[in-house]
Nanobody, 125 residues
Framework: QVQLVESGGGLAQAGGSLRLSCAVS????????MGWFRQAPGKEREFVAA????????RYGDSVKGRFTISGDTAKNTVYLQMNSLKPEDTAVYFC??????????????????WGQGTQVTVSS
């Protein structure tokens, strides 16, 4: 079993920054994909970013390209989401997710096997 715990959410001003962390415990995989998704009230869960541990390949949702950066520290079993140039429309609960299959880097909710509880990000105008 894999456990994922998000942290780092909170309040930010438009144009500001936050860094989210996802701590991974349980099984360690040689190669897998970690992703970030977000969900605002009344909306579908949306792909934000993902990273492949083996190779460091990354993918981003269209709405965050150029503003957010996903990275990982394998020694600490932690994945990060650096969120810059925040906009009010970034307000959502952000979820960390893990995909056991290491390719392709899936952009869909159904492609991921484990999920964290989520952390709230609120961006004021």
């Amino acid at each position: 079993q894999v456990q994922l715990v998000e942290s780092g959410g909170g309040l930010a001003q438009a144009g500001g920054s936050l860094r989210l962390s996802c701590a991974v415990s349980g099984r360690t995989f040689s190669s897998y994909i970690m992703g970030w998704f977000r969900q605002a009230p009344g909306k579908e869960r949306e792909f934000v970013a993902a990273i492949r541990w083996n190779g460091g390949n990354t993918r981003y949702g269209d709405s965050v390209k150029g503003r957010f950066t996903i990275s990982g520290d394998t020694a600490k079993n932690t994945v990060y989401l650096q969120m810059n140039s925040l906009k009010p429309e970034d307000t959502a609960v952000y979820f960390c997710a893990a995909r056991i299959l290491d390719w392709p880097i899936d952009r869909t909710v159904s492609g991921y096997d484990y999920w964290g509880q989520g952390t709230q990000v609120t961006v004021s105008s």
